[in-house]
């Protein structure tokens, strides 16, 4: 298993931030019933007024290669197309989750 974690940070006002938040998490929630191979899709949207990033999304799927599959697929392009302009900074880690005895 593959954790994907991504963090964003958008530009605008804060009332655009948190447009573009709420749009955003809409469309990714929405995924793990378009995307087969996207077994979970967790997403929060920052309420500390002191911290600067806007959303984290935390997705699972069952391998490296699946993460390719999750970023091309085109209900992955078509929500992150609704945000892409106010994109200003965006973090990423994928890391494999080991199997615990």
């Given at each position: 298993?593959?954790?994907?974690?991504?963090?964003?940070?958008?530009?605008g006002t804060e009332t655009e931030r948190k447009s573009a938040c709420?749009?955003?998490?809409?469309?990714?929630?929405?995924?793990t019933e378009q995307i087969g191979c996207l077994e979970?899709?967790?997403?929060g949207i920052n309420e500390?007024?002191?911290e600067t990033w806007d959303l984290?999304?935390?997705?699972?799927?069952?391998?490296m290669e699946d993460v390719k599959v999750y970023a091309k697929h085109?209900?992955?392009?078509?929500?992150?197309a609704l945000v892409k302009p106010q994109?200003?900074?965006?973090?990423?880690?994928?890391?494999?989750?080991?199997e615990t005895v």
């Open positions: 298993m593959v954790k994907h974690i991504v963090s964003f940070k958008f530009s709420d749009r955003f998490k809409a469309a990714l929630t929405a995924l979970s899709m967790e997403v500390n007024p002191a984290v999304l935390i997705a699972t799927v069952p391998s085109p209900a992955h392009v078509a929500a992150a994109i200003e900074a965006r973090a990423c880690v994928d890391y494999q989750i080991l």
